[in-house]
């Protein structure tokens, strides 16, 4: 009879072990997901800033070598990133898929100029950057116009910066709830043994004695969760990378060490801290509150 009610006692401390653990790793992994998502925000910032161009509209006149010899002195400029060369034939190709063939019949010679995709540098994305870009590259003398869209540019700018900060609210709320539950778990757990440390306490034991055994199921507690959590989230990048493909590349991939760091000591300290905290909170307890 005693075996059998050992074994049950034995099951169930298993299956709360159990249950804290991966309650404890669920809500690691969403930190985990919240520093990649944050620590990215300004990468997938730059990608959009980048991908747009300002376009180097050439003269009537300009040839080919023109616009080869100008694309080589654009390209050494320090607030380009990219420039790439729409000769003649690529332009009328693109205006042909957009307005359809032979809308260019009722004119003598092709009106389509050449002209430059100018990629600027993440840095030089605002409005007054972009007028200085503009003189820059308006003062070559085989450059008729420069055009950028700066409503387009200021909204864009808006627009990252609202998302930035709703990104880091939302992570911040995140990382509050994540210690709050993280720290729960815990205290529940000890809780659940307040009959053990109050008779340890009427005994002699000393607080560090009581203590001991508990920081050392949290510290295991907090790291075997911290492992699972960090495995989950290798595995949900693997999955985003097969979903997304090319857009995964927007990520930085050297932040993902850094990260598993993170999880291990926030896991490690929220569960020892906790715990050292409860333990010292229950053996000061009354006989009488251990019912409560």
Same mark, same amino acid.
């Not at 997304?244 to 999880?263: C, D, H, Q």
């Given at each position: 009879?005693?075996n ?15 249950? *804290? #653990?991966i ?11 919240a ?11 730059n ?5 747009s ?21 654009v390209s050494k400029?320090?607030?380009v ?5 729409? *000769? ?14 032979g ?6 010679? *092709? @009106?389509?100029p ?13 409005k007054?950057?972009?007028?200085? #870009?503009?003189?820059?590259l308006?003062?070559? @003398? ?9 409503s ?14 709703? #990104? ?10 994540s210690v ?5 778990? #815990?205290?529940l757990?000890?809780?659940s ?12 034991a ?9 920081l ?13 959590a ?15 493909g ?7 991939k050297?932040?993902?060490i ?35």
């Amino acid at each position: 009879m005693k075996n059998d009610n050992s074994k049950i006692v034995g099951r169930r401390l298993v299956r709360s072990y159990l249950t *804290s #653990v991966i309650s404890i790793s669920l809500v690691l992994f969403l930190v985990a997901v919240a520093c990649f998502a944050w620590i990215n925000t300004s990468s997938i910032s730059n990608y959009f800033k980048e991908n747009s161009t300002v376009s180097v509209i050439l003269k009537g006149d300009a040839t080919e070598a023109d616009a080869q010899a100008l694309l080589e002195k654009v390209s050494k400029l320090g607030f380009v990133k990219q420039a790439t060369c729409i *000769s003649r034939e690529q332009g009328q190709k693109e205006m042909e898929e957009l307005l359809g063939k032979g809308f260019l019949d009722v004119f003598e010679s *092709s @009106p389509i100029p050449i002209s430059l995709e100018v990629n600027l540098k993440s840095d030089y994305f605002s409005k007054d950057s972009l007028q200085m #870009v503009q003189q820059a590259l308006a003062a070559y @003398p085989a450059v008729r116009e420069v055009t950028c869209q700066e409503s387009l540019v200021e909204a864009m700018n808006s627009n990252l910066d609202t998302i930035a900060l709703v #990104v880091a609210a939302v992570i911040a709320l995140l990382l509050i709830i994540s210690v709050a539950l993280i720290a729960n778990t #815990v205290r529940l757990n000890i809780y659940s043994k307040r009959f053990t440390i109050h008779t340890m306490r009427l005994v002699g034991a000393k607080r560090s004695f009581i203590r001991k055994p508990f920081l050392r199921q949290a510290f295991w507690q907090g790291a075997i969760a911290a492992a699972i959590a960090c495995g989950v989230f290798t595995l949900a990048l693997y999955y985003a990378h097969s979903r997304i493909g090319n857009m995964f590349g927007l990520f930085s991939k050297e932040v993902i060490i850094p990260i598993y760091a993170i999880v291990f000591v926030a896991g490690i300290l929220i569960c020892t801290l906790t715990a050292a905290y409860q333990v010292n909170k229950l053996s000061d307890i009354s006989k009488d509150d251990l019912y409560l």
